[in-house]
């Protein structure tokens, strides 16, 4: 059974860093393409960062860009989030999917497996 499990959402405060995990059973995450998304209240779901299969080329939403890393540990079958910089505005439901193509696609309706997410909440 494919599984994917994110952790390290917390109640932070702006100006402070987390490290979001995904954790994968089930399945190689090194094979499968995968990124992250994050949902807040009342909005729809967005992507905030990918990482390809293969190169491991990344991808960064542009409001993340210079803040959040993403990578990947293949011997834990793991995909990390390094979030930094977190601002009120970052706070959300942050999900992992993963996808068995190449490209890095912003679209959620692309992506094969989902976590159920981790809450990340930033106060001010």
């Known amino acids: 059974q494919v599984q994917l499990v994110e952790s390290g959402g917390a109640l932070v405060q702006a100006g402070d860093s987390l490290r979001l995990s995904c954790a994968g059973s089930g399945l190689t995450l090194s094979t499968y393409t995968v990124a992250w998304f994050r949902q807040a209240p009342g909005k729809e779901r967005e992507f905030v960062a990918g990482i390809s299969r293969g190169a491991s080329i990344t991808r960064y939403a542009d409001f993340v860009k210079g803040r959040f890393t993403i990578s990947r540990d293949s011997a834990k079958n793991t995909v990390y989030l390094q979030t930094n910089s977190l601002k009120p505005e970052d706070t959300a439901v942050y999900s992992c999917?993963?996808?068995?193509?190449?490209?890095?696609?912003?679209?959620?309706?692309?992506?094969?497996?989902w976590g159920r997410g981790t809450q990340v909440t930033v106060s001010s």
């Open positions: 999917a993963a996808a068995t193509f190449t490209i890095i696609t912003t679209t959620p309706l692309s992506y094969h497996y």
